[in-house]
């Protein structure tokens, strides 16, 4: 083989793995975020789902001991009932919205492994 072929596979193979690793990476941390419909539709899987969805303040329960958290989150007249199984967060009471990482279960459940959320504050405009 020509020495300016070789050189330049020599040189394209490091680039092609830097791009394939960097695909893997940012494959899986790719977020699509899926609606209360979406999910009410689907059946219980194993698939991890993110979530976006006002949370109904008359729905929330908190036992310490535990620690377990549930809720219900709201959109339009879609609802689904929420655990997460973790410390209160601090600012949660002040969440409007919140981001849900986790999965479906057979009691329709979904069990959250990841809470995000916003302080509404960070969003209103200064005056």
């Given at each position: ?27 899986n ?39 377990l ?39 329709r ?19």
């Open positions: 083989m020509n020495k300016k072929i070789r050189f330049l596979l020599l040189m394209t193979l490091p680039i092609l793995l830097l791009a394939f690793l960097a695909y893997k990476g940012l494959e941390s790719a977020a699509y975020y899926y609606t209360l419909a979406e999910v009410s539709a689907m059946e219980s899987s194993n698939q991890k789902l993110r979530l976006k969805g006002k949370v109904d303040q008359g729905s929330v329960e908190y036992i310490p001991e535990v620690p958290l549930s809720f219900a989150l709201i959109d339009g007249e879609h609802r689904l009932d929420v655990i997460y199984e973790g410390v209160l967060p601090d600012n949660f009471s002040h969440a409007q919205e919140v981001i849900v990482e986790g999965q479906l279960n057979q009691n459940e979904f069990v959250v492994s990841k809470l995000m959320f916003q302080c509404p504050s960070k969003y209103e405009e200064g005056e």
